[in-house]
């Protein structure tokens, strides 16, 4: 048998119509699979056993800590780090960042204000085992370094070399690909631009 249909696990709430809607992180070490559902404001998280026998949900709400005002979640990810696993969430306003575990916000950073409905975050990925890229609406990768414990999550650098929004990011060793809206790719080593394939305009 190739495969093994588990039990169908519930969710507080449908989850939205957006690209990377939904990520799934497997702890073999604890024998459980995280996942995390976009859901308009919210993001539901769900942790349940492999065999899906034990199951614990909960949300968090993508609230503006600087008003009183929730903004859409474009996209969440659960990203691992040697000591711990970050939720991370881009929204229209900006990035927020939550230990996995307890849900507790870790960090928070504002991409646009809120008179500019025009600035957004997009795309997630972690680096190194130490740092988080995030991109945004304006071409830029924002670099977070992430320590063991605690919250003083510290941005560490910007990288720049996108002229559109950024799509998605992914990391392999010392080398960051990152893609935008007009399809063009880049890569990154060490953290310096190694080479860049011009796209087309169509998104990747």
Partial sequence: MLYRKNRSLGLKGSASAVANNL????DMARSVIHYAVVNRY????VSSSMNGQTVNSRQV???EPSVNYCSSVIQARLVPFPTRTILALTSQYGIQMFDADTTMMLYWYAVGEFSQPD???????????EFLCMGTHDGRILVFHIPS???NVTLSQTLEGHEVAICDIQSEGENLI????????IIWNKMKQLFK?????YRL
């Fill in 119 to 129: 600035g957004f975050s997009r795309g997630i990925g972690g680096f190194q085992d």
């Fill in 61 to 63: 709400v993508c609230k």
């Fill in 42 to 45: 919210t993001v539901n998280v």
């Fill in 197 to 201: 394939i011009p796209g087309y305009g």
């Fill in 178 to 185: 990152s893609s935008d809206d007009s399809g063009s790719i």
């Fill in 23 to 26: 990520s799934v992180r497997v």
């Fill in 149 to 151: 414990k605690g919250t």
